[in-house]
């Protein structure tokens, strides 16, 4: 059985930094490509960032230079470090898993995805 848990979301004030994890269980983490996506009330999923098996990375406009994607795939988890928040990063925060294992910043190449944590940056 598929699971991604995402944890670590909550309040953050303005300029602070948070960092969000997934740990994932019943597929192969260590060739799969791993993303993080957002959802803003009442706006549209969004990618944020995506590291694949190799390391590689790639970010969103919004967030390149704030936030930072690892991996360790020996505890199956991959990790987002979001500095310098922001009102506008308040969202739900998405992982998600591909399987083939290559970037992407298209919701539909991801296989499975976490139920999601609550970020809420506050001004």
């Known amino acids: 059985q598929v699971q991604l848990v995402e944890s670590g979301g909550g309040l953050v004030e303005a300029g602070g930094s948070v960092t969000l994890s997934c740990l994932a269980s019943?597929?192969?983490?260590?060739?799969?490509?791993m993303g993080w996506f957002r959802q803003a009330p009442g706006k549209e999923r969004e990618f944020v960032t995506t590291?694949?098996?190799?390391?590689?990375?790639y970010y969103s406009d919004s967030v390149k230079g704030r936030f930072t994607i690892s991996r360790d795939n020996a505890k199956n988890t991959v990790y987002l470090q979001m500095n310098s928040l922001k009102p506008e990063d308040t969202a739900v925060y998405y992982c998600?898993?591909?399987?083939?294992?290559?970037?992407?910043?298209?919701?539909?190449?991801?296989?499975?995805w976490g139920q999601g944590t609550q970020v809420t940056v506050s001004s």
């Open positions: 590291i694949n098996r190799s390391g590689g990375t």
């Open positions: 998600a898993a591909r399987l083939s294992g290559a970037l992407s910043t298209l919701a539909y190449h991801y296989n499975y």
């Open positions: 019943g597929f192969t983490f260590s060739t799969s490509a």
